[in-house]
């Protein structure tokens, strides 16, 4: 006799074997823009990589599988060895692979920095703690190509698609990762505050050799070849270092670590807690030189953080769109019912806003223009990375309890999207590094009032969004900082419009004005959105094709 008392019907899995690339207009269309359309071939090849349901499983594995610390060898020997599931190295291999970790420094080719954002937006959808490691090798690259001696050791290595897991010193390796230790227990963000100290071992100076003392709360990717740290010089202020695994006569270095960090997310990825004890490593830059050398550092992780909430917005959008499609309550299909289909409006738009927001970004990076990296970077990290954490819990409610059980992608989308906006500079950080800017770069300021004005042209809610901004920025500095969080906000939401405005169909730019900078109800919830006079079906059909 069966005792199966049902069948199981109207149970839909999670999106799998599609293709990222393909299935995405508004990135292609990002790529045209930049002059990026030589890598379209390539991005389109490693978006079906990624969506294979095989791609989907290893991130499920490296994320449930965690590092393991094994801090001393069977004799007692002392190792600070961090072990991984084999899953995590396929997934960093394959990012390797494609040239990303160099793709914005290897070349002068117009579109670069765009085309590294596509990739790392791809990525980032599958599984984002590989996205670690890489940002901040990626973020070494300018910094060490000013130290000769340190950039023939490791320049090609840096530069390399090659994967090389091994445990060795750097020389004898085809590719090296680098991290970075920055935050101690007493300081967090305030970087001055730092009490490692570092010793000369010789005369010192720029590429002098210095013993390190001290600890670090956060050491993020501790298997890293070598990380930068900031440390203390006895009378030259916070300087960064090059610290290597391993010391030039082959010994390992004395970095201890003593444990690593169990994180709400972020978890195939390690972080850990280290002391230093005499670590031997080279002084970057000139002595007392080091905030600004991290702060240069931290632009470029900053708009990794970015990206990598765009690409969780994304990738819970793309999940809901399709198992909404699928799932049937009440006698009609979830993405048929009105509500359900503003939610996914409202997902929609601003998917679209942060993916043209991140793209604008990147050409400014690639032209080095100050009002895009120093004034809009930080406001978009403040409020993207901040509506990546909110929508990241309501595309875990398209599933409803399916999308809460640990066992599919979407709970991990959840846990994850907090990092960004904490890891190199949370919120309030990030707006004050807004005004600081304002007021350090008027010049800056005033090009960007400008091409936002020219691409808001007469779009009154746009011109009104562009006044608010100015009178706030008018204010006294205290004044202004007790608004940061709103000028932030504004501004983000004010340069996606003109943005969105400028580049995007009319369906999608005239939604996203009237919901975020005409409706006076918008902001509380997602889908608190007026969807009567929009095209609904249009933008959820641009934001996963095939419905």
């Known amino acids: 006799m069966s005792w199966q008392t049902h069948e199981v019907s109207n149970q839909y899995d999670e999106l799998q074997d599609y293709k990222l690339f393909d299935t995405d207009p508004a990135l292609k269309e990002a790529l045209h823009r930049a002059g990026a359309d030589w890598a379209a071939p390539w991005l389109a090849d490693y978006g079906e990589k990624l969506g294979r349901a095989e791609t989907f499983e290893l991130a499920e594995r490296a994320n449930r599988c965690a590092p393991q610390l094994q801090a001393f060898d069977r004799r007692g020997r002392r190792v600070d060895r961090v ?3 084999p899953s995590w190295h396929e997934l960093l291999a394959l990012y390797r692979a494609q040239g990303l970790v160099s793709l914005p420094f290897d070349s002068e080719r117009p579109g670069r920095w765009t085309a590294f954002l596509a990739g790392f937006y791809l990525h980032g959808q599958v599984e984002a703690g590989t996205l670690c490691p890489a940002t901040m090798t990626q973020a070494a690259i300018p910094l060490l190509r000013r130290e000769p001696a340190l950039w023939a050791q490791l320049g090609d290595k840096l530069l390399s ?6 445990d060795l010193p750097a020389e004898r390796k085809s590719a090296v990762w680098l991290g970075m230790g920055m935050t101690e227990k007493q300081g967090g963000s305030d970087v001055r ?18 013993a390190l003392r001290g600890h670090k709360w956060f050491y993020s990717a501790p298997m890293s070849d070598a990380h930068l ?28 670590i ?4 169990d994180k709400v997310g972020n978890r195939s990825n390690s972080s850990s807690e280290v002391e230093f004890q005499d670590a031997w490593g080279v002084l970057i830059g000139d002595p007392g030189r080091g905030i600004p050398t991290i702060i240069e550092m931290a632009a470029y992780t900053r708009l990794n953080c970015v990206i990598g909430s765009a690409a969780l917005i994304r990738q819970g959008l793309v999940q809901s769109i399709a198992y909404a499609r699928q ?17 996914l409006a409202d997902l929609a738009l601003e998917s679209e806003a942060a ?13 080095d223009e100050p009002a895009w990296k120093r004034i809009v970077a930080p406001a978009a990290k403040f409020w993207v990375c901040k509506r990546a954490v ?38 309030n950080v990030m707006c004050l590094d807004v005004m600081r800017a304002l007021q350090r770069e008027p010049e800056a300021w005033q090009r960007l009032l400008d091409e936002l004005a020219g691409l808001a042209g007469d779009d009154r809610r746009l011109r009104a969004a562009l006044a608010d901004l100015m009178a706030m920025a008018a204010l006294s500095a205290p004044e202004l900082e007790a608004l940061g969080r709103r000028f932030a906000q504004q501004l983000a939401l004010t340069v996606q419009g003109c943005l969105l405005r400028g580049c995007a169909p009319a369906t999608v730019a005239d939604g996203f004005i009237a919901s975020r900078l005409a409706d006076g109800h918008w902001g509380r919830v997602a889908g608190a959105l007026d969807a009567r006079a929009m095209d609904v079906g249009y933008l959820l059909e641009r934001a996963l094709p095939g419905g």
Request: hydrophobic share 35%; glycine share 14%.
């Open 161 to 166: 698609r090659e994967y090389d897991a091994r």
């Open 229 to 256: 740290v900031v440390a203390q010089l006895r009378d030259g202020g916070p300087s960064c270092f090059y610290v290597p695994r391993w010391r030039p006569d082959g010994s390992r270095n004395t970095v201890a």
């Open 258 to 261: 003593q444990r690593l960090k």
């Open 390 to 427: 909110e929508l990241a819990g309501e595309t875990m409610e398209v599933f409803g309890g399916n999308g809460y059980v640990d066992a599919g992608p979407m709970a991990r989308l959840f846990r994850e999207a907090p990092v960004n906006s904490i890891w190199e500079g949370s919120g």
């Open 193 to 210: 505050a730092n009490t490692t100290a570092a010793t000369p071992l010789g005369s010192g100076g720029r590429g002098g050799e210095y």
């Open 327 to 343: 799932r049937v309550a009440f006698g009609k299909h979830l993405a048929e019912q009105p509500l359900m289909r503003a939610v």
């Open 83 to 85: 072990d991984f599931h």
């Open 355 to 367: 993916l043209r927001l991140v793209a604008r970004l990147a050409e400014g990076f690639e032209n």
